[in-house]
C-alpha cells in the first residue's frame, strides 16, 4: 500500500515559479505528477523511475518543469518555472509498484494523492 501527500499549490502570476511536493509512504518503482484542468482529461506531466532515474517529460512541460526524486526523504517533487496560463490544473503525485508500459498515462499507475491546486494568472 502506498500513501501519497501533495503539498506547494498556490496561486502565481504567468512568468513565475511553484514547486510541488509529494511524501510517499511505501514502495513505489515509478512516480509521476499528472494535471487536470476543468473540462479536460487527467494529463501526464513528468514520470521518474526510482531504480534507473529515467525521467520522462510531457511536451509541454520539457524546458521548464524538473522532476525530482529524494530517496532519503522518500519524496517527489515537480519544480514548475515560467508558468503559464495553460498550466492551471489541479496537480496530482500518482505511483505505481510496477514498471508498467505507459509512464505518462493514468491507467499505468494505482495510487494517487488527492490533488493540489495551481493557478496561474495573466
Known amino acids: 500500500q502506498v500513501q501519497l501527500v501533495e503539498s506547494g499549490g498556490g496561486s502565481v502570476q504567468a512568468g513565475g515559479s511553484l514547486k510541488l511536493s509529494c511524501a510517499v509512504s511505501g514502495y513505489a518503482y515509478k512516480m509521476a505528477w499528472f494535471r487536470q484542468a476543468p473540462g479536460k482529461e487527467r494529463e501526464g506531466v513528468a514520470a521518474v523511475y526510482r531504480r534507473s532515474g529515467s525521467i520522462v517529460y510531457a511536451d509541454s512541460v520539457k524546458g521548464r518543469f524538473t522532476i525530482s526524486l529524494d530517496n532519503a526523504e522518500n519524496a517527489v517533487y515537480l519544480q514548475m518555472n515560467s508558468l503559464r496560463q495553460e498550466d492551471t490544473a489541479i496537480y496530482y503525485c500518482?505511483?505505481?509498484?510496477?514498471?508498467?508500459?505507459?509512464?505518462?498515462?493514468?491507467?499505468?499507475?494505482?495510487?494517487w494523492g488527492q490533488g493540489t491546486q495551481v493557478t496561474v494568472s495573466s
Open positions: 500518482a505511483a505505481h509498484e510496477g514498471r508498467g508500459a505507459y509512464p505518462l498515462r493514468a491507467v499505468d499507475y494505482r495510487y
